[in-house]
C-alpha cells in the first residue's frame, strides 16, 4: 500500500441514543475503490428506482428489500479481495458496567466510540492520512474529534509482527485531513454504514428470534429461506418485517460462511467476528476494566440518576 495515499472513510449510526443497544458503522478503504464500490451502489439504487437504504425502511417495501439485498452482496465481492474494502462496527450495550451510570454524557460517549472505531480502521489499514465522512449529526463536535485524532499515533506492533508493518509510518501521527459530514441521502457509503450498524444492533436486540427462525428452515449456514414478503397488509406487516430482516441477516451470514470472512452469528446468537483484523468486523464492545466508565456530564451531581 502506498503510504502517500489518502484513505476514506464513511460512517452513519443506529440506535443513537434511545436504544438499549447502539452501534457506529464505518466503511472505509483506498479512495479509488471507494469510488468504484459508491458507482456500483448508485446503480443498485437506481435499478431500484429510490434514493436511499436505511435499515429502518427494510419492511415490506420491495425496492427497498431487494435494494438491501444488492448493497450487501456488492460490499462482499469486495470484502473478499485484499486491500480492497473493509467494514467496522461497533456497538455498546448501555445497560453494561461501562454505561449504567448516573449522569452519562451521551454526546461525549459517542465521540469516544467513534475514536474507538476510526483508530481501529486506521491501524488495520496502517495508514495515517484519512477524509473522513459521517452522517450528519449536529450533537457531534467533529472539530474536536478530529483535533484528537490527529493527536493520536498508529501503534507499534510487537516485536514478532509480520515485517509488512515494519515501516517508519507507524511511528506517524494520524492526520485526518479532512472531516466533513454528508447528507446520507446524496452518499450511499454512508447508506451501507447504516444497513449494516442496523443489521448488527437488530440482531443484538432480536438475535434468539432470529437464529430460532432461520434455523428452522433447515442448514444452518445455507438455510433455504422462504422468500421475502411484500404487501400492504397493514395487520401483517409487524410480522413480514421481522421476518424479512431475519432473512436479510440470514442471507449476509450464509455469504459470509461461503466467503471465510470469518463472521458468526449463532454461537453468541448476534453478529460478531472473532477476529478484529477480518475485512468485516462485529465488533461487540465490552469493558475493558473496572474504570473503563462512559463520561459523565459536566455538573452532574454525584449519586444522582
Avoid at 427494510?58 to 469486495?78: D, N, S, W, Y
Avoid at 458468526?264 to 466508565?293: A, G, V
Amino acid at each position: 500500500m502506498s503510504m502517500n495515499q489518502v484513505y476514506s472513510a464513511y460512517s452513519d449510526e443506529s440506535g443513537i441514543f434511545n436504544h438499549r443497544y447502539q452501534a457506529i458503522g464505518l466503511v472505509s478503504g483506498p479512495e479509488r475503490t471507494l469510488t468504484q464500490l459508491r458507482t456500483h451502489l448508485q446503480s443498485i439504487l437506481a435499478e431500484n428506482e429510490i434514493d436511499e437504504v436505511k435499515f429502518e425502511k427494510i419492511r415490506t417495501h420491495r425496492p427497498q428489500v431487494e435494494a438491501a439485498r444488492g448493497f450487501v452482496k456488492c460490499l462482499l465481492k469486495r470484502c473478499t479481495t485484499l486491500g480492497k474494502v473493509r467494514v467496522d462496527v461497533l456497538v455498546w450495550d448501555t445497560q453494561d458496567s461501562r454505561h449504567a451510570i448516573p449522569g452519562r454524557d451521551n454526546i461525549a460517549n459517542l465521540g469516544r466510540m467513534y475514536y474507538k472505531v476510526l483508530t481501529h480502521a486506521a491501524r488495520q489499514w496502517n495508514q495515517a492520512e484519512w477524509n473522513f465522512h459521517p452522517d450528519r449529526n449536529p450533537q457531534v463536535h467533529w472539530n474536536e474529534m478530529s483535533g484528537v485524532l490527529n493527536t493520536t499515533r498508529l501503534a507499534q506492533r510487537g516485536p514478532n509482527s509480520p515485517s509488512l508493518f515494519a515501516n517508519k509510518q507507524l511511528g506517524q501521527l494520524l492526520d485526518f485531513k479532512t472531516v466533513e459530514p454528508l447528507d446520507s441521502l446524496q452518499e450511499p457509503l454512508i447508506q451501507l454504514a447504516d444497513l449494516l450498524a442496523g443489521m448488527a444492533r437488530f440482531t443484538r436486540e432480536e438475535g434468539d428470534q432470529c437464529v430460532q427462525w432461520l434455523d428452522s428452515w433447515g442448514n444452518k449456514d445455507q438455510p433455504p429461506l422462504p422468500n421475502f414478503l411484500y404487501g400492504e397488509n397493514a395487520a401483517d406487516e409487524t410480522i413480514q418485517t421481522k421476518q424479512n430482516r431475519f432473512r436479510l441477516v440470514g442471507e449476509f451470514n450464509a455469504l459470509c460462511k461461503r466467503h471465510r470472512l470469518g463472521v458468526s452469528l449463532r454461537e453468541k446468537k448476534y453478529l460478531r467476528t472473532p477476529d478484529p483484523t477480518n475485512p468485516i468486523n462485529f465488533w461487540n464492545y465490552e469493558p475493558q476494566h473496572e474504570y473503563d466508565k462512559a463520561p459523565i456530564r459536566i455538573g452532574w451531581p454525584r449519586g444522582e440518576m
